[in-house]
Structure formats: structure tokens, C-alpha cells
């Protein structure tokens, strides 16, 4: 699609752009595929990480897996902004108590200035997957960057 501005010679051409990244992950139990995916998401973001820093714990609560794998990865990317870290070494346990979905755990804070980042912008539900195997669990998800 082309477009120009008014009967100038500004013109703009509206292109297709791929800017994200998939991580697959597959694991014994639901928590171990989450928090798989929350170290391909250090991994997306870095080439080396040291092995340094401080752990913090966390909680996230939602109304489904779908959400609850969104509003887990949203809030490492918020804790990454926050903290001024990068979380790896996850150590996660995910539960259904009633209607609710219950993730727990805790992350290695990396500090930033030790690493050379690329940024992760976002989650997305795009192409998401959550799904129980004969062998586990396999979980795939999209980020923007």
C-alpha cells in the first residue's frame, strides 16, 4: 500500500515487518516449561550471562494458563525495567487452586551493566502453546522486540 501527504512529494509505503522472536520449550511439569521459556527469554536478550546477582522471589495470579504464562513473562520484563536486572535461573511452580491459576518463584537478578542486552519489548498471545504431551509439557510463545 503506498500513500502520499496531501499532494506532496512525501510519500510512504506501508511493508510487512517481522519483528519478533519464538521460544519453544518443552519440560517434565508445567513449571519447568515456564520457567524454560523465561530463560530462552535471558538467552533472546543476551549471548553471555554471568553467573552473579542477587535472587528475588515473585507470585502471579490469573484466571487461566494462557494468562497466567502472559502475566508471568510480562512481569519479567517488568521486573527487568524495574530492578534494572536481567531475570535467569528460574526456579518456578505453577497450580490450579479453584478458578485460579497460581505461578510462584524466584529468578537470579543479573545486574544490566554486567551484560550487553538486546531489548524484549513484549509478550504476545501470538501463536501461544500450552499443551500436555506423552512426554510433559510443550510451551511456545512470541515476544516482540
Known amino acids: 500500500m503506498n500513500g502520499s501527504a496531501g499532494g506532496t512529494s512525501k510519500r510512504f509505503e506501508l511493508r510487512e515487518h517481522t519483528a519478533d522472536v519464538g521460544i519453544d520449550a518443552t519440560a517434565d511439569s508445567l513449571g519447568d ?3 524454560a ?3 530462552g527469554l535471558a538467552a533472546a536478550q543476551c549471548d553471555e550471562i554471568p553467573d552473579e546477582g542477587e ?17 508471568f513473562l510480562d512481569e519479567v520484563i517488568y521486573q527487568r525495567d524495574v530492578r534494572g536486572v536481567l531475570p535467569t535461573e528460574f ?12 505461578l510462584t518463584g524466584s529468578a537470579l ?3 544490566l551493566e554486567a551484560v550487553a542486552a538486546r531489548e524484549i ?3 504476545t498471545y501470538a ?3 500450552i499443551e500436555e504431551t506423552d512426554d510433559g509439557w ?7 522486540v
Request: no cysteine; aromatic share 14%; charged share 30%.
Open 33 to 35: 516449561a515456564f520457567a
Open 37 to 39: 521459556i523465561a530463560d
Open 55 to 71: 535472587r528475588f522471589d515473585f507470585e502471579v495470579r490469573s484466571e487461566g494458563r494462557e494468562a497466567l504464562l502472559f502475566d
Open 91 to 102: 526456579d518456578v511452580a505453577v497450580e490450579q487452586s479453584g478458578e485460579e491459576w497460581v
Open 109 to 111: 537478578g543479573v545486574p
Open 121 to 123: 519489548k513484549a509478550v
Open 127 to 129: 501463536d501461544m502453546v
Open 138 to 144: 510443550h510451551v511456545y510463545v512470541v515476544f516482540d
